[in-house]
């Protein structure tokens, strides 16, 4: 298993890598963490951030707010990401493969938020085989369940 999470962060080095042709940085408003209406978390993904974070409430809180179709489940605070301190990531060298490419790819085109730095300067895709390196991430997340007996999917 720790040979698996190893392939993991070394496919994130290769996807940061492959996506630093962006002439924009990040302008951390944070936005993006508090606003996304879903946000996909593979198993893998969270055992990754299990390993290294020692805080199982937090954890469960992530798999809660990772899981929900529509994020809204902290009343008053709903739909902010239990890892995200100010407008800053407290778990960003594990950050998922969907916080990663939030900005750089822009699904059809229109999904960004208003006030991100990239918005109009994104990769416009139509199907998720269009994201980057995805492939990779399938057999790393396919590796994963099956290691674990999950249901593929
Ligand atoms: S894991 Fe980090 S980058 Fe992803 S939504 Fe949470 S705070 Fe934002
Ligand atoms: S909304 Fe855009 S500019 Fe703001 S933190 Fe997210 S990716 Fe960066």
């Known amino acids: 298993m720790n040979a698996l999470l190893g ?5 994130y080095a290769r996807l940061d890598e492959f996506m630093r042709d962006s002439d924009r940085d990040c302008g951390i408003c944070g936005e993006c963490c508090q606003k996304l209406y879903q946000l996909r978390v593979y198993p893998v993904e969270l055992e990754n951030i299990r390993r290294h974070v020692a805080d ?3 954890i469960k809180k992530f798999q ?3 899981n ?6 902290w009343g008053d605070i709903s739909g ?8 800053l990531c407290v778990i960003y060298p594990l950050r998922p493969y969907h916080c990663r490419v939030y900005g750089h ?6 999904s960004l938020l208003e006030r991100c730095v990239y918005r109009g300067y994104a990769i416009a895709y139509y199907h998720r085989e269009e994201l980057p390196l995805i492939d990779e991430l ?3 997340v396919e590796s994963y369940e099956s290691k674990n007996n999950l249901p593929v999917g």
């Open 7 to 11: 392939d993991l962060m070394s496919f």
């Open 56 to 58: 199982d409430l937090a």
């Open 64 to 66: 809660n707010f990772a």
């Open 68 to 73: 929900s179709p529509v994020v809204k489940i």
């Open 80 to 87: 902010q990401c239990p890892f995200q301190d100010g407008a």
């Open 105 to 110: 790819y822009d699904y059809q085109g229109r």
């Open 138 to 140: 399938d057999h790393l």
